[in-house]
Structure formats: C-alpha cells, structure tokens
C-alpha cells in the first residue's frame, strides 16, 4: 500500500521560509516522479512542482513559484522536499504530494497523492 505523509506545514509571515517533506512508503521511490501540488479555499488544486525519478535531474516549476521554491529528493530516505522561500499571504493553501512513474504524469495526472499539509501565510 502506497503512503505519502507530508509534513512541515504551518503559520508563517510575508517573506519567510518553510520546507515541507513527504515521506513514501510502499513504492520504489527512486523510481517515481514526485510533485507537489497546491489548493488554497475555494480554489482548485493546482501543480506547484515536479521532480523526475532517480537522480531528479529534472525539474519544473509553476510560473507563480519559480525562483522561491525548490524541489528536492532524497531516495536513501524516501523522501522529497519542497523549500520554499519569500512566501506570499497568496501561497496559503494545503500543499500535496503526488507521485507517478512518469514525470509527464506527475504533472497532469499522479497516480498517489498525499493527505495534504497546511500552509499559511499572514501578512
């Protein structure tokens, strides 16, 4: 059965940083792509970030993201992280992690999902 447990959620200010983790059980992880993906209240959810399987040499980003959250993994921990910096009160939302073989479909269409981590920024 396959797990994904975020954690590292929480209250932060305009401008600070958090990291968030997920933690994979019962898959190969080193041979998933791993995403995270977002939905702020009466929104829809949205992609935020995708890194490919193995090394993780590919990544990418949403627009709204780019240059203030970075996506990483960790394969001997299972794990795969989202830093995230100069957060915006428009960050607040409950943060996923998704997973998938394919890296195209980590975007689109993930195969697992996350319960979801919540992120709030004040301002």
């Known amino acids: 059965q396959v797990q994904l447990v975020e954690s590292g959620g929480g209250l932060m200010q305009t401008g600070g940083s958090l990291r968030l983790s997920c933690a994979a059980s019962g898959l190969t992880f080193s041979r998933y792509g791993m995403g995270w993906f977002r939905q702020a209240p009466g929104k829809e959810r949205e992609f935020v970030a995708a890194i490919s399987w193995g090394g993780g040499g590919d990544t990418t980003y949403a627009d709204s993201v780019k240059g203030r959250f970075a996506i990483s993994r960790d394969n001997a921990k299972n794990t795969v992280y989202l830093q995230m910096i100069s957060l915006k009160p428009e960050d607040t939302a409950v943060y996923y992690c998704?997973?998938?073989?394919?890296?195209?479909?980590?975007?689109?269409?993930?195969?697992?999902w996350g319960q979801g981590t919540q992120v709030t920024v004040s301002s």
């Open positions: 998704a997973a998938s073989v394919r890296f195209g479909t980590v975007v689109t269409d993930p195969k697992y």
